[in-house]
């Protein structure tokens, strides 16, 4: 998908650019609120005409600047004396060159989420109240498309914090070793939250002490073994709560393990708690310290790590049973093995029904019973995922949503617990014959959201427990499947987003571009030499924002599979001449040499006209950015049988762009065909790009039922090929 930084930075980038073009400005900052945990942060900073990323991201003061005196009183701001103003404010100054400022608040619907400011190091300008009511408008106009980024990113985060829990999750299953077990869950909880430190306790089952077990950091490791009294700590209150707590205060706070930081100096800013609880049983605790980018734990984090520490918990006891040696135990190594087993069906897909399936197929075989259905809970139903031997009762089902009017399962959707009836009346079961009723919640953490029900015709029997275990596997899959079914969801919503974005921008570069070329042509007055170069400035900036509007919205089409292609039987040649005609000013402004290879006549290619265009004008323009003073360049088309996709059309229309330029490492290889991959090397680097065009005619290839590739050396040139089915008939 689209990388959220890159899109929301985009976003920014592309108001900063908007607002330097109307009103002049040598510091230009976006500072934003964050509600939740009370502090300014700056989105945007460019100060002195130069973006400073490491000021961004990083809470200060209320008392800083008049940003955020901005944001709290959802007023605007002018002066031109800003350092004056500041300290008629009490303030201290964010800018020790500043004269001329102004700052006006970010509205969303009823909430000011943030200020668009800008400054001038120019003592000779004055800002004006014309130039305020532009900015307030500016500020407006982009406030929406702001929040809609950040809960973008937001959601992105999220995203990936959920694959990367899938996959680690993944990990803990595969091993039953406590040590290394403990360490790897440690390092994956202090990881995914980028933290400096962290620990792991265990519940001492005789005491209830808590014991160190691993711990990650600079926390001192002579810790290990060390016990704490219940109810001691942080640690001890998610004991006695049953569940997280946070602390985002200094290493004085008195619920803070006394002598663990003198001992080792460490300092701990903040500080999250969470239960390892299984069952009812509280086993453990995971400790995380200070987060990296300096930023207080929050309820996004909070519900994080508990998600972790659910499956951590799981997992430890599984290692723990598996370790125990006693002979009456034997069996349950043996359940261990068939969990292990299990728990590879479940994680190797992402897909509900086969989730529900494979806890189904394992209930039946493990418990003996004959028939059995297991579903989710929806709307005080339950909505049935996979059944066996019960197609008579199920088959009418509308739309497989059934009653919760049994017993069993209504007193299993009551308690929590498991339910197990000898029942002889029918209407407390399904199927007449069956002699047991066994129905099994389905919990996540305290929550029952589906239910297991079997029923079998004997007396024997079941063991309750695995039953219990089986399901409790089961949920940390749907869970995950439904995890999936959101990210889905999310990705929808960012290329929707990004489409947005891409087509409310449209309109202001339009009008930019129209009235930069009517200032420049003399419509409204005769333009110097100097007033011509800084509109051919701007003219250049929005036909460059212009091309990563368009990339931007391509893409979001391509990835939501709304792009569509109108195919039908097209001229090869014509096109060729079209698009090459369209260089030949640049290319012999430039003193390169344009070869063209083609055979006298060509069968029509079954394509979309336009789009076909598109990839070899952009194959084109590489060549041509790419290529040096007085290079070659060779465009060629052939038809030819499809040795290149076995696959695909039995004979296609076969073209390349070769150049002389200066070709690609080895690594840049490997990524070329990336969403915004920009080469390291110094050469590409001063051709300007988006990385999303290669990208995008990949996929147009690709749609279009052809095929792409390349040869490159370094230094010496690059040859793209593609294909295009031969139109038949």
Same mark, same amino acid.
Not at 274 to 295: A, F, H, S, T
């Given at each position: 998908?689209?990388?959220?930084?890159?899109?929301?930075?985009?976003?920014?980038?592309?108001?900063?650019?908007?607002?330097?073009?109307?009103?002049?400005? #040598?510091?230009?900052?976006?500072?934003?609120?964050?509600?939740?945990?009370?502090?300014?942060?700056?989105?945007?900073?460019?100060?002195?005409?130069?973006?400073?990323?490491?000021?961004?991201?990083?809470?200060?003061?209320?008392?800083?600047?008049?940003?955020?005196?901005?944001?709290?009183?959802?007023?605007?701001?002018?002066?031109?004396?800003?350092?004056?103003?500041?300290?008629?404010?009490?303030?201290?100054?964010?800018?020790?060159?500043?004269?001329?400022?102004?700052?006006?608040?970010?509205?969303?619907?009823?909430?000011?989420?943030?200020?668009?400011?800008?400054?001038?190091?120019?003592?000779?300008?004055?800002?004006?109240?014309?130039?305020?009511?532009?900015?307030?408008? $500016?500020?407006?106009?982009?406030?929406?498309?702001?929040?809609?980024?950040?809960?973008?990113?937001?959601?992105?985060?999220?995203?990936?914090?959920?694959?990367?829990?899938?996959?680690?999750?993944?990990?803990?299953? #595969?091993?039953?070793?406590?040590?290394?077990?403990?360490?790897?869950?440690?390092?994956?909880?202090?990881?995914?939250?980028?933290?400096?430190?962290?620990?792991?306790?265990?519940?001492?089952?005789?005491?209830?002490?808590?014991?160190?077990?691993?711990?990650?950091?600079?926390?001192?490791?002579?810790?290990?073994?060390?016990?704490?009294?219940?109810?001691?700590?942080?640690?001890?209150?998610?004991?006695?709560?049953?569940?997280?707590?946070?602390?985002?205060?200094?290493?004085?706070?008195?619920?803070?393990?006394?002598?663990?930081?003198?001992?080792?100096?460490?300092?701990?800013?903040?500080?999250?708690?969470?239960?390892?609880?299984?069952?009812?049983?509280?086993?453990?605790?995971?400790?995380?310290?200070?987060?990296?980018?300096?930023?207080?734990?929050?309820?996004?984090?909070?519900?994080?790590?508990?998600?972790?520490?659910?499956?951590?918990?799981?997992?430890?006891?599984?290692?723990?049973?598996?370790?125990?040696?006693?002979?009456?135990?034997?069996?349950?190594?043996?359940?261990?093995?068939?969990?292990?087993?299990?728990?590879?069906?479940?994680?190797?897909?992402?897909?509900?029904?086969?989730?529900?399936?494979?806890?189904?197929?394992?209930?039946?075989?493990?418990?003996?019973?004959?028939?059995?259905?297991?579903?989710?809970?929806?709307?005080?139903?339950?909505?049935?995922?996979?059944?066996?031997?019960?197609?008579?009762?199920?088959?009418?089902?509308?739309?497989?949503?059934?009653?919760?009017?049994?017993? #069993?399962?209504?007193?299993?959707?009551?308690?929590?617990?498991?339910?197990?009836?000898?029942?002889?009346?029918?209407?407390?079961?399904?199927?007449?014959?069956?002699?047991?009723?066994?129905?099994?919640?389905?919990?996540?953490?305290?929550?029952?959201?589906?239910?297991?029900?079997?029923?079998?015709?004997?007396?024997?029997?079941?063991?309750?427990?695995?039953?219990?275990?089986?399901?409790?596997?089961?949920?940390?899959?749907?869970?995950?499947?439904?995890?999936?079914?959101?990210?889905?969801?999310?990705?929808?919503?960012?290329?929707?987003?990004?489409?947005?974005?891409?087509?409310?921008?449209?309109?202001?570069?339009?009008?930019?571009?129209?009235?930069?070329?009517?200032?420049?042509?003399?419509?409204?007055?005769?333009?110097?030499?100097?007033?011509?170069?800084?509109?051919?400035?701007?003219?250049?900036?929005?036909?460059?924002?212009?091309?990563?509007?368009?990339?931007?919205?391509?893409?979001?089409?391509?990835?939501?599979?709304?792009?569509?292609?109108?195919?039908?039987?097209?001229?090869?040649?014509?096109? $060729?001449?079209?698009?090459?005609?369209?260089?030949?000013?640049?290319?012999?402004?430039?003193?390169?040499?344009?070869?063209?290879?083609?055979?006298?006549?060509?069968?029509?290619?079954?394509?979309?006209?336009?789009?076909?265009?598109?990839?070899?004008?952009?194959?084109?323009?590489?060549?041509?950015?790419?290529?040096?003073?007085?290079?070659?360049?060779?465009?060629?088309?052939?038809?030819?049988?499809?040795?290149?996709?076995?696959?695909?059309?039995?004979?296609?229309?076969?073209?390349?762009?070769?150049?002389?330029?200066?070709?690609?490492?080895?690594?840049?290889?490997?990524?070329?065909?990336?969403?915004?991959?920009?080469?390291?090397?110094?050469?590409?680097?001063?051709?300007?790009?988006?990385?999303?065009?290669?990208?995008?005619?990949?996929?147009?290839?690709?749609?279009?039922?052809?095929?792409?590739?390349?040869?490159?050396?370094?230094?010496?040139?690059?040859?793209?090929?593609?294909?295009?089915?031969?139109?038949?008939?």
């Amino acid at each position: 998908g689209v990388n959220v930084t890159l899109t929301f930075d985009d976003v920014l980038e592309l108001i900063y650019a908007q607002t330097a073009q109307i009103i002049p400005t #040598s510091h230009f900052h976006i500072t934003l609120y964050n509600k939740d945990s009370d502090y300014y942060y700056y989105g945007f900073c460019l100060e002195n005409n130069e973006r400073i990323p490491e000021r961004e991201n990083q809470p200060f003061s209320a008392k800083t600047g008049l940003g955020p005196e901005v944001i709290r009183k959802s007023r605007p701001i002018m002066t031109q004396d800003y350092i004056r103003e500041c300290q008629a404010r009490g303030n201290t100054p964010a800018l020790e060159n500043a004269f001329a400022w102004m700052g006006v608040p970010l509205n969303a619907a009823a909430e000011t989420i943030g200020a668009l400011s800008i400054g001038s190091r120019d003592g000779s300008i004055t800002y004006t109240r014309g130039q305020l009511e532009l900015l307030q408008a $500016i500020a407006d106009q982009t406030a929406g498309a702001i929040v809609k980024a950040r809960l973008l990113e937001e959601t992105e985060q999220r995203a990936h914090q959920l694959s990367t829990l899938n996959e680690i999750t993944r990990q803990l299953t #595969s091993t039953l070793e406590l040590n290394p077990l403990l360490q790897n869950i440690l390092e994956n909880a202090v990881g995914i939250l980028n933290c400096e430190a962290g620990s792991l306790f265990l519940v001492d089952e005789q005491t209830d002490e808590l014991v160190f077990q691993v711990t990650v950091g600079p926390v001192a490791s002579n810790l290990i073994g060390k016990r704490l009294a219940p109810g001691t700590g942080i640690v001890g209150r998610a004991v006695q709560t049953r569940g997280p707590v946070i602390e985002n205060e200094d290493q004085n706070s008195l619920s803070r393990f006394k002598g663990i930081d003198m001992q080792t100096g460490f300092v701990s800013r903040s500080l999250m708690a969470v239960p390892l609880q299984v069952k009812d049983r509280i086993i453990g605790v995971i400790e995380v310290i200070n987060r990296r980018d300096g930023l207080p734990f929050v309820q996004n984090d909070e519900t994080l790590l508990n998600a972790f520490a659910g499956q951590a918990a799981v997992a430890i006891e599984n290692a723990r049973l598996y370790t125990l040696t006693d002979q009456e135990l034997a069996e349950r190594v043996e359940e261990l093995s068939v969990m292990q087993r299990i728990d590879r069906e479940l994680n190797a897909s992402l897909e509900m029904d086969r989730a529900m399936r494979i806890t189904l197929d394992w209930a039946l075989r493990q418990s003996g019973a004959g028939a059995g259905l297991i579903g989710i809970l929806a709307d005080e139903k339950l909505r049935v995922m996979a059944h066996q031997g019960l197609d008579e009762q199920i088959q009418d089902l509308p739309e497989m949503m059934m009653k919760i009017e049994l017993p #069993s399962m209504l007193r299993a959707v009551e308690t929590g617990l498991p339910q197990q009836d000898v029942a002889e009346a029918s209407k407390s079961k399904l199927l007449v014959a069956s002699h047991n009723q066994m129905v099994i919640p389905i919990r996540r953490e305290t929550t029952v959201i589906g239910l297991l029900y079997l029923e079998s015709m004997s007396d024997t029997q079941v063991d309750i427990d695995f039953l219990t275990r089986l399901t409790d596997h089961a949920a940390i899959a749907i869970s995950n499947a439904q995890l999936y079914d959101e990210v889905q969801r999310a990705n929808l919503a960012k290329s929707d987003f990004v489409s947005f974005v891409a087509h409310e921008l449209k309109n202001p570069m339009t009008s930019i571009k129209g009235y930069t070329e009517l200032l420049a042509g003399g419509a409204v007055g005769q333009v110097n030499e100097m007033q011509g170069n800084f509109l051919q400035t701007i003219k250049s900036n929005v036909e460059r924002m212009s091309t990563l509007v368009s990339d931007l919205n391509d893409n979001s089409k391509i990835e939501a599979g709304r792009l569509r292609l109108e195919y039908k039987a097209t001229d090869v040649p014509d096109l $060729i001449d079209e698009v090459v005609r369209g260089f030949t000013r640049q290319i012999e402004d430039k003193k390169q040499v344009l070869e063209l290879k083609a055979p006298n006549t060509l069968p029509p290619m079954w394509a979309d006209r336009i789009r076909v265009g598109q990839v070899l004008t952009n194959l084109v323009s590489n060549a041509f950015k790419y290529t040096p003073e007085g290079g070659t360049i060779q465009v060629g088309v052939e038809e030819s049988a499809n040795q290149w996709d076995p696959d695909g059309a039995p004979r296609v229309i076969h073209l390349w762009v070769k150049d002389s330029g200066i070709g690609m490492t080895l690594e840049d290889q490997q990524k070329i065909f990336q969403k915004f991959f920009r080469s390291e090397d110094p050469k590409a680097r001063e051709v300007p790009g988006t990385g999303l065009g290669l990208n995008i005619t990949k996929s147009l290839v690709e749609m279009q039922g052809g095929r792409i590739w390349f040869e490159s050396e370094y230094r010496q040139g690059t040859t793209f090929h593609f294909t295009v089915p031969v139109a038949e008939g």
